[in-house]
C-alpha cells in the first residue's frame, strides 16, 4: 500500500494552522469541487470570480479528507476535518514548498511563448518510462496551478516537469523561486501577450525570470535559433547556471537538428544531443514538434537520464487535446479529418499550425480548411498580425478559410475571394455555414485563443458523423 501524500501532520506543520476534526490522510489535493476525489484534501481558495469556502461543505461530503479554510462556519465544521488558515492561497503554497522540499526528485520548469504544454507533456511520457515522475496537469501554470502541481506531488518522485507561464511582468519569478528547478527551459518566445508589454524584448525577460528560482550550478537550455538568444543567456548566466544548453538549427546549438523528414502524419529526426548522435521517429507532425523535440532531449540529458531510452519513446508521443490532436469523422457520404488546435493561438502558433495544415495532402477531391478565431492579448498590434496571417495560408495552400471575431475579418477581408468560406462576429455563428460546407476527403483545422471559444466548432464538426449532423446536411443549401 502506498504512503498517504499527506498527513494532517504534515499539513500542519507545512501551512502552520489549526486542525479541527479527527485524525486523516488524503491521497491528492484540489481547488475545485467539480473534480475533485474522494480522499482529496480540498483548499478553498479566494478567487477574482469566486470564493472556495462555498463549496467547502459540499467537498466534504463528495469525500474530502479535510478542507484547509481561513472562514470556517458551523455547517463546514459539522461536515468534516478543517485546517484552519490566515491565507488559503498562502497555505497552498506553503504546502507546495513543502512537497518540493521533501521531494529528492530533479526538477524541470518549462516556460516559453508556445510550446509549454506539449513539451511538459513529452517529458512526462519519456521521463515516466525511467522513473517516478510527476508531471503539472493540463496547463496549471499560473499563481494557483504551479503550488497545486507542486502540492500534489508524491515524495518519492524521481522527475518533476513543473509548467510555468505569465501575461504580465513579474509573474514568473515567485513561481520559479517556488519551484526551485534543477532545469530550467524557454522553448521560445514570440510576441504574444503584447496588449501587456511595449516590446517582444520585454516578454524575452519575463520568460528569463524563470532562472530566478534555478538552482545553484543548475542547467539551463535556451532556443539558440531565437532572435532573443544572447538577451535569455545572459539572463542565464546572471542566475548562476552551472551549464547552458542550446537547442535549434544553428551549427553552434548543442541539441542540433541535423536532418529532417516531414510527414503529414509524423517526421523522422537525425539530431546530435550534445554530441551524441540520435535517429528517432515522432508521431506528433509539424516542424514546430521536431523543434520542441531538442529542447525535450536537452532536458533529458541534463537529468542525465537516457537518451537512447527517450529518442525511442518519442514513436509514442500524443498531441495534447486541442493542441494537434486529429480526429477521422465517418460521414455516410465518406470521411473527413478535423485537426484540433482550438487550446490556444498567438500568431507563432497559428503559423506553425498552418504550416502543418499544409503537409497534410486530402483524400480524393477533398481541401484543406482552416477554421480560425482571433487571436487575443496582441493589442496595438492586433490588426497587423491577423492581417500577416494571409501569407502562411496561401503558403499552406489552404482551399476555404472560415474566421470569426472581430480581428480576423481584417484577415477575412485580406484573402482572395475564392477562399473566403464564411465570416462571423463570433464562433457560434460560424456554425451553420461550416458545417454545411464540409465534404468527403476534407482536412479541417480548427484553431484560435481560449477567449474566441473554437472548441464548440470541434464538438460540431465531430457530430457531423452522427444522425443529427447527417440531417443538417441534408437539409443544407447552397455554399
Known sequence: MSAPLWT????????????????????????????????????????????????????????????IVSAPDDAMRAAGPLVIVEDTLK??????????????????????????????????????????????????????????????????????????????????????KLVEPFVALITTVEAVHMEFFDSVEQIADAKGEIFDGLQKGGVAILNRDNPHYARLRAKAEASGAGQIITFGEHRQADAR????????????????????????????????????????????????????????AMANLKAPKGRGERHRVEMPTGAFTVIDESYNANPASMRAALETLGQVKPAGKGRRIAVIGDM?????????????????????????????????????????ASVQGAYAESSADLGD?????????????????????????VELLRGLGDDEGESIRRNRGGN
Open 433 to 457: 455555414a461550416l458545417g454545411a460546407a464540409i465534404e468527403p476527403g476534407d482536412v479541417v483545422m480548427v484553431k484560435g485563443s481560449l477567449g474566441s471559444r473554437m472548441g464548440p466548432l
Open 8 to 67: 494532517r501532520e504534515d499539513v500542519i506543520a507545512a501551512t502552520a494552522g489549526k486542525a479541527e476534526g479527527g485524525a486523516w490522510t488524503a491521497s491528492g489535493v484540489s481547488i475545485d469541487s467539480r473534480t475533485l476525489e474522494p480522499g482529496d484534501l480540498f483548499v478553498a481558495i479566494i478567487g477574482e470570480n469566486s470564493d472556495g469556502h462555498k463549496y467547502v461543505e459540499g467537498a466534504l461530503k463528495k469525500g474530502a479528507a479535510a478542507a
Open 91 to 176: 497555505a497552498l503554497e506553503t504546502l507546495g514548498r513543502a512537497a518540493r522540499h521533501r521531494a529528492r526528485a530533479k526538477i524541470v520548469a518549462v516556460t516559453g511563448s508556445v510550446g509549454k504544454t506539449g513539451t511538459k507533456e513529452a517529458l512526462r511520457l519519456i521521463l515516466s518510462e525511467q522513473g517516478a515522475t510527476h508531471a503539472s496537469a493540463a496547463s496549471y501554470n499560473n499563481m494557483w496551478g504551479v503550488p497545486l502541481s507542486l502540492a500534489r506531488m508524491p515524495a518519492d518522485t524521481r522527475f518533476g516537469i513543473f509548467e510555468v507561464g505569465m501575461n504580465h511582468p513579474g509573474e514568473i519569478t515567485p513561481l520559479s
Open 376 to 416: 487575443l492579448e496582441l493589442g496595438e498590434t492586433s490588426i497587423e498580425m491577423h492581417r500577416g496571417l494571409a501569407e502562411p495560408i496561401r503558403a499552406a495552400s489552404v482551399d476555404l478559410v472560415f474566421a470569426s471575431g472581430p480581428h480576423m475579418r481584417e484577415l477575412y477581408k485580406a484573402l482572395p
Open 257 to 312: 537538428l541535423d536532418k529532417v523528414a516531414l510527414k503529414e502524419d509524423c517526421s523522422c529526426v537525425s539530431a546530435t544531443i550534445c554530441g551524441q548522435p540520435v535517429t528517432y521517429k515522432l508521431s506528433v507532425p509539424g516542424r514546430h514538434i521536431v523543434m520542441n523535440s531538442l529542447a525535450v532531449l536537452a532536458v533529458v540529458y541534463a537529468l542525465d537520464a537516457d537518451l537512447a531510452m527517450a529518442a525511442l
